[in-house]
Structure formats: structure tokens, C-alpha cells
């Protein structure tokens, strides 16, 4: 597996985490009062962003983003949705130029 393709399993798994963690396990916590889903899923998003900004690291220099892309999507690893989005428009690989 190349590199840009783990950074999009990556963006994805994070986001997805991101929005268990807010829409699920949060609301289990706080109105049902069974905070295992907090205590499981906090640290599984925290691993995933942590790797998530590691990877945007790797994958600028593959995907050539400038450094203001880069520190859009490091902020969007703070933003439940966005690396949806990261990882939809961003993280394509150039394409090889069409032979003649």
C-alpha cells in the first residue's frame, strides 16, 4: 500500500471516529450515563489523529501541497467532517500525463 492511499484510510477512519465519538458515544455518556463508549472510542480517535497528522507530514511532499494546504488540513483533523473532504479533494495523486 502506498503512502497516499494509508493517509486516505487514515482521513477516513479519523473522521469516521471523530463522529462516533461526538454523535454516539458522547450522548451514551452524558444521557444514558454509560460512559464505556467514551472510554473506548477517546482513545481509538486519539490514536487515529494522532496518526492522521503524522501522515498529512508524509503525504505533502507525494501530493505536492503547498504550505498553506498543509496547514489546512492539519486544521482539519479538528473538525469532525473535513477530512472527509481532505481526503475526497486533496488527496488524489497527480496524474500521469496522457501519451500521444
Not at 503512502?3 to 450522548?27: K, T, Y
Not at 452524558?30 to 482513545?43: F, H, K, N, R
Request: net charge positive; glycine share 8%; charged share 15%.
Amino acid at each position: 500500500m502506498d503512502i497516499v492511499r494509508a493517509f486516505r484510510v487514515v482521513s477516513i477512519a479519523e473522521a469516521v471516529s471523530f463522529l462516533v465519538l461526538l454523535l454516539i458515544a458522547m450522548p451514551l455518556k452524558y444521557m444514558a450515563d454509560a460512559p464505556a463508549g467514551v472510554q473506548v472510542m477517546g482513545p481509538l480517535h486519539g490514536v487515529l489523529f494522532l496518526a492522521y497528522v503524522g501522515m498529512v507530514f508524509f503525504v505533502r511532499e507525494n501530493l505536492h501541497w503547498s504550505t498553506g494546504r498543509t496547514v489546512l488540513a492539519l486544521g482539519a483533523g479538528v473538525l469532525p467532517v473535513a477530512p472527509f473532504l481532505v481526503e475526497h479533494f486533496w488527496a488524489r495523486p497527480a496524474e500521469a500525463p496522457a501519451r500521444a
